[in-house]
C-alpha cells in the first residue's frame, strides 16, 4: 500500500542533542513537507521540498535542517539551536505540480526533551 | 498575509444530528483552494473535503459537505448524521495557486454524543 511512514513514533532529546526525524513516502510524489504542530495552535511549515536536493524554508526554520538526497525520503533534523523542541512533527507528501495540491500525511513523531 | 481563522475552539453535537464547523480566511488571492482536514485520536491527519475556489458548487463527500461563501471568504463544514467515528479536531486550510504551501486554521474540536 501506498503511504507515507515516519519515524520514530516518540523521540526523546537530551539538552544539547540533535536528533533526526525519519519521512519516508512510496507515493511517487515530488514535494514534501514538514510540519510542527503545538496544543492550541494550527499546523506552522518548517521546510518543504519541491523536488530532489532542493528545499525551501518555511514559516519556522529556525534550529532545524532537512535534506532530499532521494525522492523518497525528507529527513528532518531538529539542532540544539532549537530552545523549544518539544511538540508533534507531521511529515507530508504530494504530487508537486505547481498547483495546489491535496497533501498527505504521515502518523508523526512526538518530540520530547528530557 | 492571509489568515485562517477557526472560531470555535470546540463543538459538541449529538449522535445521528447535523452540526456546522465555522472557517474565514483572508486573502487577495482569487485562485485558491480551501481544505478541510480531520485529526482522530491517532493524530493521522486525513483529508475530509476540498474545493477548489473557481467553482461555485459547493463539494460534498458523501455525510460531509461545505458552504463556500467566496465574497465573505467563509468556508464552513457541515456534517450530517454524525457518528461518533466523527470525534476529532478538524482544521481547515489554505492555499493559493501556485504555491505550495498552505496555511492551517487554529482547530475545532468536535464531541460526538452518544
Known amino acids: 500500500d501506498g503511504g507515507i511512514t515516519q519515524s520514530p513514533k516518540y523521540l526523546f532529546r537530551k539538552e544539547g542533542q540533535n536528533v533526526t526525524l525519519s519521512c519516508e513516502q512510496n507515493?511517487?510524489?515530488?514535494?514534501m513537507y514538514w510540519y510542527r504542530q503545538d496544543p492550541g495552535q494550527g499546523l506552522r511549515l518548517i521546510y518543504y521540498?519541491?523536488?530532489?536536493?532542493?528545499?525551501q524554508k518555511g514559516d519556522i526554520a529556525e534550529g532545524y535542517s532537512v535534506s532530499r538526497e532521494k525522492k523518497e525520503s525528507f529527513p528532518l533534523t531538529v539542532t540544539s539551536a532549537q530552545k523549544n523542541p518539544t511538540a508533534f512533527y507531521l511529515c507530508a507528501s504530494s504530487m508537486g505540480t505547481l498547483q495546489v495540491e491535496t497533501q498527505y500525511f504521515g502518523p508523526g513523531t512526538r518530540l520530547l526533551v528530557l | 498575509a492571509q489568515t485562517v481563522t477557526q472560531s470555535q475552539p470546540e463543538m459538541s453535537v449529538q449522535e445521528a444530528e447535523t452540526v456546522t464547523l465555522s472557517c474565514t480566511y483572508d486573502t487577495s488571492e482569487s485562485d485558491y483552494y480551501l481544505f478541510w482536514y480531520k485529526q482522530p485520536p491517532s493524530r493521522q491527519m486525513i483529508l475530509v473535503i476540498r474545493q477548489e475556489a473557481y467553482k461555485q458548487q459547493n463539494a460534498t463527500e458523501n455525510r460531509f459537505s461545505v458552504n463556500f461563501q467566496k465574497a465573505a471568504k467563509s468556508f464552513s463544514l457541515k456534517i450530517s448524521d454524525s457518528q461518533l467515528g466523527d470525534a476529532a479536531m478538524y482544521f481547515c486550510?489554505?492555499?493559493?495557486?501556485?504555491?505550495?504551501?498552505?496555511?492551517f486554521g487554529t482547530g475545532t474540536r468536535l464531541k460526538v454524543l452518544a
Open positions: 521540498s519541491q523536488i530532489v536536493n532542493d528545499f
Open positions: 507515493l511517487n510524489h515530488d514535494a
Open positions: 486550510a489554505y492555499g493559493a495557486s501556485g504555491t505550495y504551501k498552505y496555511i
